[in-house]
């Protein structure tokens, strides 16, 4: 996949590229951490909980293999400095996770969540991935989706280094991840809705202040 200047679209951008883009990569990790573990720890001493699904939702099939498009979200971070091969273009990124991690975490205080499906019990091969990845999920941060956010994030920013091909297969990628979650049961509909509208609330967000970043290089 290539852009209209011809550039690939995914190169090695340098070791000093590299090292801020792992920079910002273990702050916004941080920053996750925090926001992710204390709004789930806070919820868990409330009794309150809003329910967020439809009834018809618990007759959505458990299918285990799709952990894999649920777990692919990770190649999109480590493409991340690959795909943005500038400082302002990484920034503006880092910006936007961060963003959207904030937003998220004031609407699993306003929304106490929980999972109306039951605990999985036949996953087959994919049950060590299975758990895992529920063993990062916590228990109650469901509205939205991080997972669903943060994927569109990165593709939308992606896509702007691509042609239309390549818009059609990341924009496809991320449909897989949303429909992951919920054929994972790790989210329901609602979870991957809000997701999906926060990512283009932060992209739109971030477009508006990339003129205060410093200029590319």
């Given at each position: 996949?290539?852009g209209?200047?011809q550039?690939?679209?995914?190169d090695w951008?340098?070791w ?5 883009a ?5 702050i916004?990790?941080?920053?996750f951490?925090i ?7 806070f ?6 909980r809003i329910?967020v699904?439809l009834d018809?939702?618990l ?5 285990p293999?799709?952990?894999?498009f ?6 999109l971070m ?10 302002h273009?990484?920034m503006r990124?880092?910006?936007a ?5 904030f937003?998220?975490?004031i609407?699993?205080?306003l929304?106490?969540?929980q999972?109306a499906?039951?605990p ?7 049950q ?6 529920d063993d ?5 941060n ?5 997972h669903?956010?943060l994927s ?6 992606f896509s702007?280094?691509t ?12 449909l897989l991840?949303?429909?992951s ?6 989210h329901h509909?609602?979870?991957?809705l809000t997701?999906?509208?926060?990512a283009?609330a932060?992209?739109?967000t971030?477009r508006s202040?990339?003129?205060?970043l410093?200029?590319s290089k």
């Amino acid at each position: 996949m290539t852009g209209a200047n011809q550039r690939p679209f995914l190169d090695w951008p340098g070791w000093r590229h590299f090292g801020f883009a792992l920079l910002l990569t273990a702050i916004v990790t941080a920053w996750f951490a925090i926001i992710f573990t204390v709004t789930n720890n806070f919820t868990t001493s409330r009794t309150t909980r809003i329910r967020v699904h439809l009834d018809v939702e618990l007759h959505i099939p458990l299918i285990p293999a799709f952990i894999i498009f649920y777990m692919s979200i990770y190649l999109l971070m480590v493409a991340a400095p690959f795909v943005l091969r500038t400082r302002h273009k990484i920034m503006r990124l880092a910006i936007a996770q961060s963003l959207t991690i904030f937003a998220a975490g004031i609407c699993f205080l306003l929304i106490p969540a929980q999972l109306a499906y039951a605990p999985p019990t036949e996953l087959g091969i994919w049950q060590n991935l299975f758990y895992f990845a529920d063993d990062l999920n916590l228990d109650y941060n469901l509205v939205p989706s991080l997972h669903v956010t943060l994927s569109f994030v990165c593709i939308e920013l992606f896509s702007a280094h691509t042609n239309t091909a390549g818009k059609i297969l990341l924009r496809s990628w991320g449909l897989l991840i949303a429909a992951s979650t919920i054929l994972t049961h790790q989210h329901h509909l609602l979870d991957a809705l809000t997701g999906w509208m926060l990512a283009l609330a932060i992209v739109k967000t971030t477009r508006s202040i990339e003129k205060y970043l410093p200029p590319s290089k």
